[in-house]
C-alpha cells in the first residue's frame, strides 16, 4: 500500500532534549515536506527536499534540521527543542512538484515539550 | 508572492444543507488550486485541484470547485452534506513559473472546520 509513515504518532519531551521524528515514503517519490499545524496558524512548511542531498528552508525552519540520504526517508531532527515547538507536525511527499501534484501525508506526530 | 485567504474560520450546517467554503487567494501571475480535507486525527487528502482547462473542478465526495480568475477565489461547494463531511478544509495555491520552472512553493490557508449537524 502506497503510504507515508511517520513514527511516533505521539511524543512528550523535556526542553533541551534532542529528538528525530522519522518520515518513510515507498512511493519512490522525489519531493518530500515538513510541516506544522497550530490551531489558527494552519499548515506552516519547515523544510523540503527536492532529491537526495538536495534541502531547502520552508517558512519556518528555526529551530529545526533535516538531512535527506535516502530517497525513501527524511527525519525531522529537534537538535535542542523548546515549548513552542509543541505541534502536530506531518510530513509529506509528492513524485515531483506538490505545485501541480498530489501530495500524500503521514497521519502525524503529536509533539509536546515541557 | 502567493497567498490564500479562506474567509471562514468554523462553517457549521445542518445534514443535508448545501455548503460553501470559500477561498480567495492572491497572485499576480497564473495559479494552481487545491482543496485538501483533514478528517479527525488523520493526514491531509487531496480533494479536488484546478491546473488548466473547465473552471468548474469535480473531485471526490460530491465537492466540486469553481476557479474565478477575475474574483480571484476558488470557493468549494457541495449540494448536500454528510455527517460524514465533518472535517477541516484547507484551500492551497502555488505559482506556474513556466515549464522549466524551479518553484516547489504550495501556500495553504488557515483552514476551514466545517460541522455538519444532525
Known amino acids: 500500500e502506497a503510504q507515508v509513515t511517520q513514527n511516533p504518532r505521539y511524543l512528550i519531551t523535556v526542553t533541551g532534549k534532542k529528538l528525530t521524528v522519522t518520515c518513510s515514503q515507498n512511493?519512490?517519490?522525489?519531493?518530500m515536506s515538513w510541516y506544522r499545524q497550530d490551531p489558527g496558524l494552519g499548515l506552516r512548511q519547515i523544510y523540503y527536499?527536492?532529491?537526495?542531498?538536495?534541502?531547502d528552508k520552508g517558512d519556518v525552519p528555526e529551530g529545526y534540521k533535516v538531512s535527506r540520504k535516502e530517497k525513501r526517508n527524511f527525519p525531522l531532527i529537534l537538535e535542542s527543542p523548546s515549548p513552542n515547538q509543541t505541534s502536530l507536525y506531518f510530513c509529506?511527499?509528492?513524485?515531483?512538484?506538490?505545485?501541480?501534484?498530489?501530495?500524500?501525508f503521514g497521519s502525524g506526530t503529536q509533539l509536546s515539550v515541557l | 508572492a502567493q497567498s490564500v485567504t479562506q474567509l471562514d474560520s468554523q462553517v457549521p450546517v445542518f445534514e443535508e444543507a448545501p455548503v460553501e467554503l470559500r477561498c480567495n487567494y492572491s497572485?499576480?501571475?497564473?495559479?494552481?488550486l487545491f482543496w485538501y480535507v483533514q478528517y479527525p486525527n488523520q493526514g491531509l487528502q487531496l480533494l479536488l485541484k484546478?491546473?488548466?482547462?473547465?473552471?468548474l473542478v469535480k473531485g471526490i465526495n460530491g465537492f466540486e470547485a469553481e476557479f474565478n480568475k477575475s474574483q480571484t477565489s476558488f470557493h468549494l461547494r457541495k449540494p448536500s452534506v454528510h455527517i460524514s463531511d465533518t472535517a477541516e478544509y484547507f484551500c492551497?495555491?502555488?505559482?506556474?513559473?513556466?515549464?522549466?520552472?524551479?518553484?516547489?512553493?504550495?501556500?495553504f490557508g488557515k483552514g476551514t472546520l466545517l460541522t455538519v449537524n444532525p
Open positions: 509529506a511527499s509528492s513524485l515531483r512538484r506538490p505545485t501541480n501534484e498530489k501530495l500524500f
Open positions: 512511493m519512490n517519490h522525489e519531493y
Open positions: 527536499s527536492m532529491n537526495v542531498e538536495v534541502t
Open positions: 497572485s499576480s501571475v497564473s495559479v494552481y
Open positions: 484546478y491546473l488548466s482547462g473547465s473552471t
Open positions: 492551497a495555491v502555488s505559482v506556474w513559473h513556466g515549464s522549466g520552472g524551479s518553484n516547489y512553493k504550495l501556500t
